[in-house]
Nanobody, 114 residues
């Protein structure tokens, strides 16, 4: 399984960005997909996740502002980020999980300025 994220960049506080992540390879055993982010000098934290039944889960800090979704036909998951804050500045990673292991894409930097 390979993941390729894109869409990172800069936004102003209150603005929006959309992060797509294309998933390729053997997707048949994937049960969960989503996004983590890493702040400078810290571990990665879960941001949002979606399972194969489209059940979603969000970190409290992004509830009501971020939306995770998937397009099965395009093998892509998305993170729509609205009402961005400077505290959202981080490197964002998409991931996919099977029962055996977790796969990661390379991070994409999101910078939010006030």
């Amino acid at each position: 399984v390979q993941l390729q994220a894109s869409g990172g960049g800069s936004a102003l506080s209150g603005g929006s960005l959309r992060l797509p992540c294309e998933i390729s390879g053997d997707r048949s055993r994937i049960t969960l997909m989503g996004w983590y982010r890493r702040f400078p000098g810290k571990e990665r934290d879960m941001v949002a996740e979606i399972n194969v039944f489209d059940y979603t889960n969000y970190a409290n800090s992004v509830k009501g502002r971020f939306t995770v979704s998937r397009d099965a036909a395009k093998n892509t998951i998305f993170l729509q980020m609205n009402s961005l804050k400077p505290d959202d500045t981080a490197v964002y990673y998409c991931y996919a999980k099977t029962l055996a292991r977790q796969y990661w894409g390379k991070g994409t930097l999101v910078t939010v300025s006030s």
